[in-house]
């Protein structure tokens, strides 16, 4: 029979052991991922065209007042008061085109949301695109919270407006990292 002492030591030894192997079996962190770089044509334009692509029926006058061209009015004005850009209403006078779309998507009514499958919500679609190639340079999305008073509706709208807004000037605004580019092998 081992005397209190030993079986004491015992415990220690066999617990450093333990925390040793544990200690040994984690890794380290990934490193953190680099962000992709926004495209170019997107950080040096200076004169953009707003589309106006649209609203889905059945979200006029209700669940938001107003009429389908409200959030191209509103985005218009904002990017206006913004200043960044020098909007043309000519599109083959522009360096990018935003093209804003407000979609109610279809999708389960009453589903089983335990399951994952939830009813969506209507939301925003900001598509940037390089005029000269048509090619899609960005895409944005901003979901509209849903409401049950008119006023809330169109306050939900209002924010989920000028958080598109915002996603889009926090995108021209930060500084977009360097692309090495690989040399060629023959």
Known sequence: MLNPTRMRFFQLV?????FAVVANGQTAPPPPLSLAPVPTA????????????????????????????????EFFA?????????????????????ELQLMAPNGPSNANKVKGASDPLPMFRLVIFDRKTHYVLWALTESIDAANLQKTHDRNFDEALSAITLDLKRLTSAPSPCVKSSP???
């Open 78 to 98: 904002g990017i206006q008061g913004w200043g960044r850009y020098q909007i043309v209403t000519d599109p083959s006078e522009a360096d990018i085109v935003f």
């Open 42 to 73: 997107l950080l040096n334009a200076k004169k953009v065209f707003i589309s106006n692509a649209g609203a889905d029926s059945g979200l006029f006058p209700h669940p938001f007042s107003g009429d389908p061209d409200r959030a191209y009015n």
């Open 184 to 186: 060629r092998q023959s």
């Open 14 to 18: 066999w617990a450093a052991i333990l």
